[in-house]
């Protein structure tokens, strides 16, 4: 009885180095070629899907491993960015999206129309400020959040879809089938003459096409009598995005004073900027969102 005690000991003892011992095996000689490493990673991978306590998928494995690895470099600029993560990365930074042009908020629990941006499918179908979006394909949007709503409403160019919103002074429901297309976020979202021929530009955000906004909006205001500038940004965008705009104005528009104001050190000007401040004080970005 006693001898088979041992030998059932020394089955278990076996078992325990033939799994998690055989990890420590494999680690025990990481050198190697490149193939080697690589071949070394599948086998520890396919042990720990086999043998692990807990059931895990592949897929989230490797997911694991891309996290770990980008971990290890310490580095908060280095991520691996999601399929949803890099498309609202890309629409930051290009300005454009898939979606239907209209400027949302939440309103007493409903998505509400700000406005509806021009030359756009929302705006070419009648869809007005003030509209509540009732319905998306069917559904109702009560409760919906602001993200949420900005999720469903966006998406591929071409693809349809039905809104049924609801307008003061209309008894029935107004249903609109649209058809998203791609839509484009200016940089520029204000230019205009203020008194002594000062011109007054809010920048909001930066992205790929701001410097050639900024230009045209400039030379607008020139033809117009602008003798001076003052520029309002929020930035926020790519570094080359970013730069494009720090370096400007161009050698074309150096004759032109500008005052630079920011949300850091706003209304601190440049060296040939007007010390006065422009009447119009400009405040942060809208909270509405574009869908």
């Known amino acids: 009885m006693k001898l088979r005690k041992i030998l059932v000991v020394a089955v278990v003892s076996g078992v325990a180095l033939a799994t998690s011992g055989w990890l420590l095996q494999r680690e025990a000689a990481p050198e190697g070629s490149v193939y080697q490493q690589a071949r070394l990673f599948e086998d520890v991978l396919a042990h720990v899907a086999d043998y692990y306590v807990d059931s895990l998928d592949e897929r989230q494995l490797y997911q694991m491993a891309i996290d770990g690895m980008l971990d290890q470099l310490h580095d908060p600029y280095s991520v691996f960015l999601k399929r949803d993560d890099f498309r609202a990365l890309s629409e930051a930074t290009t300005g454009n999206y898939g979606g239907l042009g209209i400027q949302i908020d939440v309103r007493d629990g409903w998505i509400t129309v700000i406005a509806p941006l021009p030359d756009t499918p929302a705006w070419r179908a009648g869809v007005e400020p003030g509209d509540r979006i009732i319905a998306l394909d069917g559904r109702s949007t009560e409760g919906w959040k602001n993200d949420q ?41 204000v230019a205009m003459l203020l008194d002594d021929k000062v011109g007054f530009v809010q920048l909001s955000p930066v992205s790929e096409t701001s410097a050639a906004e900024l230009t045209h909006a400039v030379d607008s205001l020139v033809q117009k009598g602008m003798k001076s500038l003052s520029r309002s940004s929020w930035i926020c965008g790519t570094t080359r995005a970013g730069c494009s705009i720090k370096g400007w104005p161009s050698a074309s528009c150096s004759s032109i004073p500008v005052r630079r104001s920011s949300r850091r050190g706003a209304g601190r000007p440049t060296s040939r900027a007007r010390s006065r401040t422009p009447s119009p004080s400009p405040g942060p970005p809208c909270r509405s969102s574009c869908s």
Do not use: C, D, N, W
Not at 171 to 176: A, G, K, L, M, R
Not at 183 to 188: G, K, L, P, W
């Open 149 to 189: 709503a900005v999720k469903e409403l966006r998406g591929e160019p071409s693809t349809k879809v039905e809104l049924r919103v609801r307008r003061v002074g209309v008894e029935q429901p107004i249903v609109f089938k649209l058809t998203r297309a791609t839509i484009h976020i200016r940089s520029v979202q």
